[in-house]
């Protein structure tokens, strides 16, 4: 689900009466967190509730937002907030069901461009720390022990820091309007390695493992990258991703079917 608060149009109306919202729409997508898309006469705005302490992180992420829609890059932007409730700009584009090599490419400049420009930032915290890595290899090894063994090493991995990274480009982060490529919900980023942002991309967007995809989604990046990823190091970032985002999604569904998909990246 993507709501765990309710609010009403009428609620809504009285946050932000100068935008004379028409409609209120929850949102599916998402697990922590609650969002909403909001519609007045003229446009869309995706509306949020974070829920969770991370006053700090709203307002980082709302200045990294300015200055990388400044640098060019296709992002949403934080508009104003009322309490607790916060307005972005809604991006246009849909979702391919499979996307094109040209697709992959532009995921793949995208990602070189914002890794530029986010190579400098290195006082966030580890991405690898926003998640409490024992503690839910502890409850998966008390509830599915097979999939504990397969997950337990990610305890031993110490991600380096690069710069800045998204660190959850997966499909229901983007938006494609042709071959241009949207990206949002940066909230959860932090420092670490420019190969795992590419590693996550791949999880979604090559489910199949297609070889053709990851050689242009590293030849795209490494065009213009700060830094040149082989394809040996990508390989591995594939298999951490894998690893991490199986356990999030035997956490967050409390079963291993979500997980099932991503466990054929790991290699044992």
Known sequence: MGVKTTLTLTELQ??????TFKTITPTKDGVMDTTYIVKNSKNEYILKKYERSIETKILFDAELLKELKRDGLNV???LTHNKEWYLYTKLK???PNTPSLKQITALGRFLAQFHTFTQKIKEQNNFIE?????ILLQETKAKHYLYYKKLSSLTRYKQECDGF???DIFKDNTLFDGNKVAIFDFIDGGCGSFAFDLGVILLSFNPHKRRSYTMMLLKSY????PKKIKLQELKKKIQIAAKLYALLRIHNHKKTQ???ELLSFIQT
Do not use: D, E
């Open 14 to 19: 009285k946050l932000f009466p100068k935008y």
């Open 222 to 225: 490494n065009q213009t990258a």
């Open 165 to 167: 990274i998204h660190g």
């Open 76 to 78: 949403p932007l934080l």
């Open 130 to 134: 926003n998640y409490p890595l024992s």
């Open 93 to 95: 584009g849909t979702l």
């Open 258 to 260: 979500k997980a099932k």
